[in-house]
């Protein structure tokens, strides 16, 4: 009797998985830009088509640049990647993104990064209001001795390697110098992360370049239990990491009681730390392990996303530097103008240093410009957002339809926005720092493209739209640490820019002619043999992690002073 009702049953049961899985994947959002679905693959092998059709390696930003020009670069489109992921959202246009962080009656913060609830609101803006007064532009600027600290580590490495003419990785470099500046920032506390010799290394960045190589292009997006060996091994790493930030935080937390009273019983004030943690800490009145938790996971992000974005700024930075002579040229006129025409790192510090050197960085505006250009056509990172399933978010078509997208992975794709020709016209691709000059403020205050005239009238003269650049994403959920990558990156270029020349090896090596000299195409750029590009290791990093040379410029001292 039993086996005949499982029989009966078993076709029923095959005709309700078949009409869900067919609802799923043609009905679903099937209102939604996509490629052609397939019954049991969904989007997959669409994705894998396209991946197969360029460099394999290549980031998937690459990819779903590809697919969005198969479909005619709609605003959005959809991914299907069932079961083994989550269903994708790809935003593809800048007034589809501001959709997606702007804030909304169910989202005030807007659409939060995780399905988790305390992620939705009121946790997650007192949390970022203790962390504010730490990376408020007023309070980095007093920091300036501590990034040229940092800096002259890297400018000796540098020194070191134009001497013996070795090659090297310099977004290696960069992350080791990031890594320290960015620890100085956020703890008062020396990494030792630039010695040559890894083993000499602090502790916490030597478990940050080993749970970094977990991490390669094959394994980066896989769940755990697809390597499990390999998620074994991140764990365990992530919480030795843990074990530090915590005791870090702990031992941060104690100083700062004791200097309080010191100073009350002294009736002097007592010089206390001046990093973004002490500040934040200052914030609670107890230690509760809520607290510890909640400062080691902030900490652990702003160390990993901070340095890692400044790092790769600098690495596409020097790049597209060494391959536009005529911008190259622009950024050491400008610091001429700024520090003097002592190229050597050691005056440009005492400048930066003395009083009046704040306003010194402030004013290096074809820098700034170089750095947002930069940012436009290499972002490191676009950001993730998840609206909870049945939370009714809807998304508008340029149709005017009203679309529900809840549920759906969004992923506001800064490669292909920041890159859109309707936009950036036929120079979208091409590194031109001069798109920005007039228009140089990197800053979350910068995202309203209202401005005030001197007669008090609102008026909009920006060329571009503020939301078509964004490699620190906007809304209320913007990069905390916008501000110090950007006063990072300017103090780096002003102390490298016109002691070194950067010479690339491999892949984006310049094409030299019978005489040996770079050969200039029509927009004043060297021709390259194979163009560089942007592989997955957490973020998009050069593939090559920037293979060089380096050698002194022609005007720079033959040794640091």
């Not at 003419?165 to 320290?180: S, W, Y």
């Not at 010191?262 to 973004?276: L, N």
């Not at 750095?371 to 005017?400: C, Q, V, W």
Request: include cysteine; glycine fraction near 6%.
């Amino acid at each position: 009797m039993l086996a005949r009702i499982i029989l009966t049953a078993l076709p029923l049961l095959a005709v309700y998985l078949f009409t869900q899985l067919r609802w799923m994947r043609f009905k679903q959002y099937g209102k939604l830009p996509q490629p052609k679905p397939s019954l049991l693959w969904g989007h997959m092998r669409a994705l894998y088509e396209v991946m197969s059709r360029g460099k394999e390696d290549r980031h998937v930003d690459g990819v779903f640049a590809a697919m969005s020009d198969d479909l005619g670069n709609p605003p959005f489109m959809y991914i299907d990647l069932r079961p083994v992921g989550r269903p994708m959202l790809i935003v593809n246009n800048h007034e589809a993104a501001e959709q997606i962080t702007r804030a909304t009656k169910f989202y005030p913060w807007s659409v939060p990064k995780s399905p988790t609830i305390k992620d939705l609101g009121e946790d997650w803006k007192r949390l970022r209001k203790v962390f504010n007064p730490g990376f408020a532009p007023s309070h980095l600027i007093t920091l300036l001795p501590a990034i040229l600290d940092k800096t002259d580590i890297f400018l000796e490495h540098l020194d070191l390697y134009a001497k013996t003419g070795e090659e090297f990785l310099l977004n290696k470099l960069l992350i080791n110098l990031t890594f320290d500046i960015i620890g100085a920032v956020l703890t008062d506390t020396s990494f030792d992360a630039q010695h040559l010799d890894p083993s000499k290394r602090g502790e916490l960045i030597r478990l940050y370049d080993e749970l970094v190589n977990t991490f390669d292009n094959n394994s980066s997006g896989s769940r755990w239990w697809l390597a499990p060996r390999v998620g074994w091994k991140r764990y365990r790493l992530a919480s030795r990491i843990d074990v530090l930030l915590k005791d870090l935080i702990h031992r941060e937390y104690a100083e700062m009681r004791k200097l309080d009273s010191g100073s009350t019983q002294k009736k002097t004030p007592t010089k206390k730390s001046r990093s973004v943690l002490s500040l934040s800490l200052q914030a609670w009145d107890d230690l509760t392990e809520d607290n510890v938790r909640e400062a080691a996971d902030s900490i652990k992000t702003f160390l990993f996303a901070g340095h890692d974005t400044t790092s790769i700024l600098l690495a596409w930075l020097f790049y597209e530097l060494s391959r536009t002579p005529r911008a190259l040229q622009a950024v050491r006129d400008e610091l001429d103008d700024l520090f003097g025409p002592d190229t050597d790192p050691k005056a440009v510090r005492a400048k930066m240093l003395a009083p009046g050197g704040d306003d010194l960085v402030s004013r290096m505006s074809y820098v700034s410009a170089v750095i947002k250009e930069t940012l436009r056509l290499h972002p490191p990172a676009g950001t993730a957002r998840y609206p909870l399933p049945g939370s009714g978010f809807t998304m508008r078509t340029p149709a005017g339809e009203d679309v529900c997208v809840d549920g759906l992975v969004i992923y506001n794709c800064a490669t292909i926005i920041q890159r859109d020709r309707t936009v950036y016209g036929e120079t979208a691709d091409d590194f031109l720092p001069e798109r920005w000059l007039g228009d140089t403020d990197t800053s979350a205050e910068a995202d309203s493209p209202a401005v005030e005239d001197n007669k008090g009238e609102i008026r909009d003269d920006k060329k571009i739209p503020p939301a078509a650049w964004r490699p620190f994403e906007r809304g209320p959920r913007n990069c905390i640490g916008q501000e110090l990558a950007n006063i990072e990156a300017r103090v780096i270029v002003a102390a490298v820019a016109r002691r070194y020349d950067f010479v690339k090896l491999g892949l984006g090596e310049f094409d030299v002619s019978e005489k040996g000299k770079p050969v200039v195409d029509e927009k004043g750029r060297y021709k390259v043999i194979e163009e560089l590009y942007n592989t997955m290791q957490v973020t998009a990093k050069p593939v090559d992690l920037m293979r060089v040379k380096v050698q002194l410029a022609a005007k720079a001292p033959a040794s640091l002073a």
